[in-house]
């Protein structure tokens, strides 16, 4: 076991020292190594003649290594290894190799190959003619291409039940599958073709949730590098088998009725629900057509499985999750027929999910991490619908309010079911505020007309908000209620509402309980109120002045909310940065005399 804990350090260390990832998502060639190789210039066509002789000739023998330089025998060490490893695999001998050195092999043949099989030149000042070699069309690279195809291959075969082996792995395909040069080259190469062969035909077993997504997505990438009149052939061939079996089951009434309480055909959705959301995950514009003809009568016949499966909280989190990346990788890219299909079929779900589900007073002890997770799924699903607004750009001849009216009937539908107890999770509170202030920025005149019950709980959400979050969650309610202010002449109920938000802030700022850099926003917030809403704006006044114990602090208090009413309406920039300057004076002459 030393031993093996010691490769696998060594292995790490070496796919560290190769590469470099200055970023989350790219992978560099490090400078220090690129200074040697531009130091080996003179031997590099020696150098890649022997790595082409061994390569091909001589890998998985064990042999002497050639006399290249450091860093093409770095890299020869490791396809030594997992050359040793696919043939003690090969050979029954699992039970005495370490999977953890498998899964660093291709940890390491990942950033590796991201690096030097296909790099970004533009991004370096000098490139050396050996990496050029590489990363062009080459008979070593295209060697090292289909070595490393059936490394996954093996790897996938092999080690099915080890997950972060499986990961490793086709996260060298997924890298493949972004590549055009790359992908085109692996679509034609037999091990390639023979992983396809053994998905279709349900002989490639991944036990892992992360995995099928990965590879499903890793597919539907590689599909959007073919002709699109290859694209619908490539996609039945792969995709329609698990398609064609779980639409005709989500069909019927009989076989949804058994998922609930039959663990086999429970875990076989749940599988068949992975790998739609994998494919969902690669929907770029050249390939949505295609893509949407496939999930679209997975996403309708899902609500009626959700429906009947309300209990089994796996199947009810993977169906909102599809969803969900259903609506963040595709709703941008969809034509105005399939965004409203997508739309029609959002709601039936959300009202599935509202009916069959506990309201705040109902929830069921033990359920509350189910309920979080489902509300928070709800929520980032109203986001991802709420962008097709915010990213195109029609004619307002041509605008569709359709999303509009979907995002509001669908917070009325989510709303009634979060409570004051969510919302202390600070990644739901986020998602909640944010979309909050979306919808008032964006809608605001729809939000103003919303029936009294919900609003009541918006509000009430929003005056939480402002005692028990960070600032950017004020800030988000601030920005909101500003929004709404102006859009909330001749409604005397929203007007109260609000007023209430800013009769709390106000008496915040009177404790020196909000935060100064948070001041600008909430005079934003204030100007806007007072300019639309002045008649609620003395009321909210002769509320907090009343409630003060001493004459004294109630002449104070009115003298300064007095000088708070502008002379104007105008809500021009250049009266906002005047009424900001008089708000800063305002809080003041106004700390500690509140009670």
């Given at each position: 076991m030393?031993?093996f804990?010691?490769?696998?350090w060594?292995?790490?260390l070496?796919?560290?020292?190769l590469?470099?990832?200055?970023t989350?998502?790219?992978?560099?060639?490090p400078?220090?190594?690129?200074?040697?190789?531009?130091?080996c210039?003179?031997?590099?066509?020696?150098?890649?003649e022997?790595?082409?002789?061994?390569?091909?000739?001589?890998?998985?023998?064990?042999?002497?290594?050639p006399?290249?330089?450091?860093?093409?025998?770095?890299?020869?060490?490791?396809l030594e290894?997992?050359?040793?490893?696919?043939?003690?695999?090969?050979k029954?001998?699992?039970?005495?190799l370490?999977?953890q050195?498998?899964?660093?092999?291709?940890?390491?043949?990942?950033?590796?190959s991201?690096?030097?099989?296909?790099?970004?030149?533009?991004?370096?000042?000098?490139?050396?003619?050996?990496?050029?070699?590489?990363?062009?069309e080459?008979?070593?690279a295209?060697?090292?291409?289909?070595f490393?195809?059936?490394?996954?291959?093996?790897?996938?075969?092999?080690?099915a039940?080890?997950e972060?082996?499986?990961?490793?792995?086709?996260?060298?395909i997924q890298?493949?599958?972004k590549?055009?040069?790359?992908?085109?080259?692996?679509?034609r190469?037999?091990?390639?073709?023979k992983?396809?062969?053994?998905?279709?035909?349900?002989?490639?077993?991944?036990?892992?949730?992360?995995a099928?997504?990965?590879?499903?997505?890793s597919?539907?990438?590689?599909?959007?590098h073919?002709?699109?009149?290859?694209?619908?052939?490539?996609m039945?061939?792969?995709?329609?088998?698990?398609?064609?079996?779980t639409?005709?089951?989500?069909?019927?009434?009989?076989?949804?009725?058994?998922?609930?309480?039959?663990?086999?055909?429970?875990?076989?959705?749940?599988?068949?629900?992975?790998?739609?959301?994998g494919i969902?995950?690669?929907?770029?514009?050249?390939?949505?057509?295609?893509?949407?003809?496939?999930?679209?009568?997975?996403?309708?016949?899902?609500v009626?499985?959700?429906?009947?499966?309300?209990h089994?909280?796996p199947i009810?989190?993977?169906?909102?999750?599809?969803?969900?990346a259903?609506a963040?990788?595709?709703i941008?890219?969809?034509?105005?027929v399939?965004?409203?299909?997508?739309?029609e079929?959002?709601?039936?779900l959300?009202?599935?999910?509202?009916?069959?589900?506990?309201?705040?007073?109902?929830?069921?002890?033990?359920l509350?991490?189910?309920?979080?997770?489902?509300?928070?799924?709800?929520?980032?699903?109203?986001?991802h619908?709420?962008?097709?607004?915010?990213f195109?750009?029609?004619e307002?001849?041509k605008?569709?309010?359709?999303s509009?009216?979907?995002?509001?009937?669908?917070?009325d539908?989510?709303?009634?079911?979060?409570?004051?107890d969510l919302?202390?999770?600070?990644?739901l509170?986020?998602?909640?505020?944010?979309?909050?202030?979306?919808?008032?920025?964006?809608?605001?005149?729809k939000?103003?007309g919303?029936?009294?019950?919900?609003?009541?709980?918006?509000?009430?959400?929003?005056?939480v908000?402002?005692?028990?979050?960070?600032?950017?969650?004020t800030?988000?309610?601030?920005?909101a209620?500003?929004?709404?202010?102006?859009?909330?002449?001749?409604?005397?109920?929203?007007q109260?509402?609000?007023?209430?938000?800013?009769k709390?802030?106000?008496?915040?700022?009177?404790?020196?309980e909000?935060?100064?850099?948070?001041?600008?926003?909430?005079?934003?917030?204030?100007?806007?109120?007072?300019?639309?809403c002045?008649?609620?704006?003395?009321?909210?006044v002769?509320?907090?002045?009343?409630?003060q114990p001493?004459?004294?602090?109630?002449?104070?208090?009115r003298?300064?909310?007095?000088?708070?009413?502008p002379?104007?309406?105008?809500?021009?920039?250049?009266?906002?940065?005047?009424?900001?300057?008089?708000?800063?004076?305002?809080?003041?002459?106004v700390?500690?005399?509140?009670?």
């Amino acid at each position: 076991m030393q031993l093996f804990e010691d490769i696998h350090w060594l292995v790490m260390l070496l796919g560290y020292t190769l590469s470099d990832a200055p970023t989350d998502t790219d992978l560099t060639i490090p400078a220090p190594i690129l200074e040697y190789l531009a130091s080996c210039q003179e031997t590099s066509q020696s150098d890649m003649e022997a790595l082409s002789h061994y390569t091909q000739n001589c890998v998985g023998q064990c042999g002497e290594l050639p006399p290249v330089n450091n860093v093409l025998s770095a890299l020869l060490v490791l396809l030594e290894l997992s050359a040793v490893y696919q043939d003690m695999l090969s050979k029954g001998g699992r039970h005495f190799l370490s999977p953890q050195v498998y899964s660093s092999v291709m940890w390491s043949l990942t950033r590796i190959s991201a690096s030097y099989l296909m790099p970004n030149e533009q991004e370096y000042e000098y490139f050396p003619q050996t990496l050029h070699t590489l990363a062009e069309e080459s008979p070593v690279a295209r060697w090292l291409l289909a070595f490393l195809v059936e490394k996954v291959i093996s790897g996938l075969l092999f080690y099915a039940g080890e997950e972060s082996a499986i990961e490793d792995c086709l996260a060298l395909i997924q890298a493949f599958a972004k590549n055009p040069r790359i992908s085109t080259h692996m679509m034609r190469d037999p091990n390639f073709q023979k992983l396809i062969e053994r998905y279709t035909s349900g002989g490639l077993t991944l036990s892992s949730p992360k995995a099928n997504k990965m590879l499903a997505g890793s597919l539907t990438t590689v599909m959007s590098h073919l002709p699109v009149s290859e694209q619908g052939p490539f996609m039945d061939k792969v995709f329609g088998p698990i398609r064609d079996s779980t639409v005709q089951m989500l069909n019927s009434k009989a076989d949804v009725a058994r998922i609930p309480n039959c663990p086999l055909l429970t875990q076989q959705v749940l599988t068949a629900l992975d790998t739609f959301h994998g494919i969902a995950s690669g929907i770029i514009s050249k390939t949505v057509d295609v893509v949407f003809l496939t999930l679209m009568p997975v996403l309708e016949g899902a609500v009626f499985l959700m429906e009947k499966s309300q209990h089994v909280q796996p199947i009810t989190s993977s169906i909102l999750q599809l969803y969900c990346a259903v609506a963040d990788s595709g709703i941008l890219q969809m034509d105005k027929v399939q965004t409203n299909r997508l739309y029609e079929t959002c709601y039936k779900l959300l009202k599935c999910y509202s009916d069959a589900s506990p309201s705040r007073g109902a929830a069921i002890v033990g359920l509350e991490d189910d309920r979080y997770d489902n509300i928070l799924q709800c929520l980032e699903l109203l986001s991802h619908l709420c962008s097709k607004d915010f990213f195109v750009f029609d004619e307002p001849d041509k605008q569709d309010d359709t999303s509009s009216r979907l995002v509001l009937v669908g917070l009325d539908i989510i709303v009634p079911h979060i409570d004051v107890d969510l919302l202390k999770f600070p990644k739901l509170s986020s998602e909640f505020f944010k979309l909050i202030t979306f919808i008032c920025e964006v809608y605001p005149e729809k939000v103003v007309g919303l029936p009294e019950n919900v609003i009541d709980q918006i509000v009430l959400m929003l005056k939480v908000g402002l005692n028990n979050y960070n600032d950017d969650i004020t800030f988000y309610i601030f920005n909101a209620v500003s929004a709404l202010a102006l859009h909330s002449l001749g409604n005397q109920f929203f007007q109260r509402k609000i007023g209430q938000i800013i009769k709390h802030t106000l008496l915040l700022i009177s404790g020196q309980e909000l935060s100064a850099e948070l001041y600008d926003t909430a005079a934003d917030m204030v100007f806007s109120f007072i300019c639309k809403c002045r008649e609620e704006y003395l009321v909210v006044v002769n509320e907090i002045v009343v409630e003060q114990p001493d004459s004294a602090s109630q002449e104070c208090l009115r003298s300064a909310f007095s000088a708070l009413i502008p002379n104007t309406t105008n809500l021009s920039r250049r009266d906002k940065g005047k009424f900001s300057k008089i708000f800063e004076n305002f809080a003041v002459n106004v700390y500690g005399i509140c009670r």
